[in-house]
């Protein structure tokens, strides 16, 4: 710059250029992509809950001159807007959304800065939020929540083979019932697996036709009292 106005063919350099001593001035400005952490922002998500979220934030200045005459100071002044952009973004998304969402979180983002950047000539290239922390009561409550879940589930599961169990019992003893010898020989096999075990156990056998004869004499016993 030439006594605050731009010199014709604009920026200078890189390279050996000459310079009017205590009439040009020179800023330097370097082209590269720069990056920098937003701090973390305290925000009210949609759902009132109370997060600290953090983000980085990738940049390069694609346009030196506007970068100068546009704005004062292009890093901070996108710092600013990064920090801003990130409360506005997040303050519309519930917990559930943020925790799951990152990718088109960062996307939104990074169009928002851009469209407000470019006046400056910075490009933003790519924003990524970092950490998500959360209170610690909020913590506690999550980790209860997901406790009694997996507890539901596992009681679902455990009634589930109750009832394939019982529905196995029934056409068992459907089985029995129409085969009188079936239950003899289950029998026998359940004498046969106590004998095998080193217990004190008396085992005292009593004869299946034995239950079955006391059972008709007390069906007619009843019979005869009516």
């Not at 909020?138 to 980790?143: C, E, K, N, V």
Request: charged share 25%.
């Amino acid at each position: 710059m030439r006594l605050g106005r731009i010199l014709p063919g604009g920026a200078k350099g890189p390279g050996l250029f000459f310079v009017l001593p205590c009439v040009d001035s020179i800023i330097k400005v370097d082209l590269r992509t720069i990056t920098f952490d937003v701090p973390p922002q305290e925000i009210l998500t949609r759902d009132s809950v109370t997060v600290s979220v953090d983000a980085v934030v990738y940049f390069r200045i694609f346009n030196p001159i506007i970068s100068v005459t546009n704005v004062e100071n292009a890093r901070y002044s996108t710092q600013l807007l990064a920090a801003t952009t990130l409360r506005n973004i997040l303050g519309t998304k519930s917990l559930q959304e943020i925790l799951c969402d990152r990718e088109n979180i960062s996307h939104s983002m990074q169009v928002h800065l851009d469209e407000g950047t470019d006046p400056w000539g910075v490009k933003v290239e790519r924003v990524e939020i970092k950490d998500v922390r959360l209170p610690v009561n909020m913590q506690r409550s999550m980790a209860a929540e997901a406790e009694a879940a997996r507890e539901a589930r596992a009681k679902i599961i455990a009634a589930e083979g109750e009832q394939k169990a019982s529905r196995s019992l029934k056409e068992a003893g459907d089985v029995i019932n129409e085969s009188p010898i079936a239950l003899q020989l289950r029998y026998l096999q359940t004498l046969t697996h106590i004998s095998a075990e080193k217990n004190s156990t008396i085992v005292l056998p009593i004869p299946v036709e034995l239950l079955k004869l006391m059972k008709t004499r007390s069906e007619m016993h009843v019979t005869n009292d009516l």
